[in-house]
């Protein structure tokens, strides 16, 4: 199962956050020290998180750069969602950039590599997995304090009422989803791993009912993604779920690049390969956000290695 090119939707970072959340940091200590009252407090680290969880796309192109700046906000963000666990868009936060992080700064890089080095790409695969497993614990812990009867649900057992998921709270299961689903690509060799696969697959459409259109097509993406890797699969019909990622996309190539390289690959499609990622290439010149500038790339280094893949 592969997902390289599901995971990024908007790499996120904001320095004018941090800043702001060191100033918020400040004024509570001073407020602290004047009201000693717990809900003053509280108040002040729920205005932190939303300051830090935030979503906001970056132009910078320096990627060395960016990888230093977010692992420090994610190390800031998980240290506050310990304060306020409830924090639900702050959880989705940190899900989101430990998940993304496993997918810029790690995977895409060991794919890169391994022709060059196996072993430098097994470590890094080897990191991604943890992150990834990282951002599904945290995700999914946050979760179940708003739905307790969720782990049940997800492993078939039955309960009095099935959990709903509100559309507010789709894209912490996405992107808890999203983790999941990568750490299992990364783990064929564990058994256990794999064999979580059909809570994936749950979580995925507990997601699609609460909001199908999530991200610009990048729920629709995985649903596609997931429809091939499950047993008995159709891709006639992953096909549509990547036809409504592409029609939903906005300005983002994302879609475009999943579907040739899950669908097309998967149904051995090599003009439909080709054809989506120079479509997706050309299309990304004219955006300059971080996201296409790291999907373009992707779409070069994947048309490089067509014959690898076909």
């Not at 320096?62 to 969602?81: N, R």
């Not at 649903?223 to 499950?230: F, P, Q, R």
């Not at 036809?243 to 579907?259: S, Y």
Request: charged share 20%; with cysteine.
């Amino acid at each position: 199962m592969n997902i390289s090119a599901l995971i990024l939707r908007k790499f996120t970072l904001n320095w004018v956050q941090i800043i702001n959340f060191f100033k918020l940091s400040l004024t509570a200590s001073l407020l602290i020290a004047l009201l000693t009252g717990c809900s003053v407090q509280h108040q002040l680290l729920n205005r932190a998180g939303d300051l830090l969880s935030a979503e906001t796309v970056s132009i910078d192109d320096d990627l060395e750069l960016l990888m230093h700046a977010s692992a420090y906000q994610l190390k800031l963000s998980e240290s506050l969602l310990q304060e306020i666990p409830d924090h639900l868009k702050l959880a989705e936060s940190v899900t989101r950039g430990y998940t993304q992080y496993a997918f810029v700064f790690l995977m895409d890089e060991a794919d890169r590599v391994e022709s060059a080095s196996i072993q430098k790409a097994s470590v890094l695969r080897s990191r991604a997995a943890k992150m990834l497993t990282r951002a599904k614990s945290a995700g999914l812990k946050s979760l179940l304090r708003q739905y307790p009867d969720l782990k049940d649900q997800l492993r078939g057992n039955r309960i009095n009422k099935p959990v709903t998921i509100s559309k507010q709270d789709a894209g912490l299961v996405y992107w808890s989803m999203a983790a999941w689903a990568g750490a299992i690509s990364l783990s064929k060799d564990s058994p256990d791993v794999v064999a979580d696969l059909p809570e994936v697959l749950r979580l995925a459409e507990l997601a699609w009912q609460a909001h199908p259109q999530f991200d610009q097509g990048a729920l629709a993406s995985m649903m596609g993604t997931l429809e091939l890797a499950k047993p008995g699969g159709k891709p006639e019909a992953a096909e549509k779920y990547f036809n409504l990622a592409i029609e939903w996309r906005g300005t983002q190539v994302a879609p475009l690049i999943a579907k040739a390289e899950n669908w097309a690959v998967a149904t051995q499609n090599k003009e439909a390969f080709t054809q989506l990622l120079i479509q997706a290439i050309e299309l990304s010149k004219s955006q300059n956000d971080l996201t296409n500038t790291v999907m373009r790339r992707r779409a070069q280094w994947l048309l490089e290695s067509t014959d690898n893949l076909f």
